[in-house]
């Protein structure tokens, strides 16, 4: 029953970066984000097993970084040239299954865990 305490979102303007930072409260073999755009549904953003193995949506690939440090169970999103369109709320997310146990890529795991961080607020403005 891991807990999940997201911080370092904030606004910046087209083009820039932001980093964001989530905290968990035990060790979790996979952790990801997703996030909710204004008027559309919870969607992945990347994800990232205990091993290092990453995972990225299309429209963020090449763009967003996503790391761990398993020492101290912190999760980090490293986002650059970011776009309007990646205002939104952004969730930290795990799922303590092991890749073999979950029976299913990273991503959609995720998608159906019922481990979530508060959200946080990025919002990307000119």
């Known amino acids: 029953h891991v807990r999940l305490v997201e911080s370092g979102g904030g606004t910046v303007q087209p083009g820039g970066s932001l980093t964001l930072s989530c905290e968990a409260s035990?060790?979790?073999?996979?952790l990801g984000w997703f996030r909710r755009l204004p008027g559309k549904e919870r969607e992945a953003v990347a994800a990232?097993?205990?091993?290092?193995?990453?995972a990225y949506a299309d429209y963020v690939k090449g763009r967003f970084t996503i790391s761990r440090d398993n020492s101290k169970n912190t999760l980090t999103l490293r986002m650059n040239s970011l776009k309007l369109e990646d205002t939104g709320v952004y969730y930290c997310?795990?799922?303590?299954?092991?890749?073999?146990?979950?029976?299913?890529?990273?991503?959609?795991?995720?998608?159906?865990?019922?481990?979530w961080g508060q959200g946080i607020q990025v919002t990307v403005s000119s």
């Open positions: 035990e060790f979790s073999y996979c």
């Open positions: 990232i097993d205990s091993d290092g193995t990453t």
């Open positions: 997310v795990a799922d303590q299954r092991t890749r073999a146990g979950r029976m299913m890529p990273a991503l959609q795991a995720l998608a159906l865990s019922d481990y």
